[in-house]
């Protein structure tokens, strides 16, 4: 299953540098399964986060860190579609009283809905983005609890002999 995983992921990124390169006219830049993630969902994304940093201190299109962030937001977008899909296969679902319970939370960290509003306003976010980001959010934050359930954490003598025999990748 992790295979399967990783060779989605793989031929997704294969995917987006030929449709980067201007391969074929399909106008995807990944596709997992039947979902087709597009150049414009790419494009939307990049938009949406241009408004959250505000333009001046956003890297320039075609600068080299414009398209790293291309490629974050591409990865972005097919990590949220993956954790979508193995949370379904694991039955884990997020209620619509479980993002509303966050969204209180932010109200009240931030002093009320006024100035929630402000701060969302203020990132360039509408409610229904923050919502999804936040379902988002939720939902990996349950598959990843799911898939380590029955992982054993390990002890310090475990953690200082795997640091001994690996100290190269420290």
Known sequence: NDFAMKKALFISLALFFCAAAGCGDQGFAAKINDKVITIEDINNAMRQ????Y???SFPDS???LYVETERSVLQRLIDQ???SREAEKMGVTVTDDEIEAQVEQQKEINGGEEQ????LSFKNLTL???RESVRNGLLFKKV???VTESVLPASNADALQFYNENKEQF
């Open 116 to 119: 929630f509003l402000k701060s």
């Open 54 to 56: 505000q333009s001046d």
């Open 144 to 146: 990843y609890d799911k």
């Open 128 to 130: 229904d983005q923050f």
């Open 49 to 52: 986060l241009q408004q959250q």
């Open 62 to 64: 075609g600068s080299d």
């Open 81 to 83: 579609e993956v954790i």
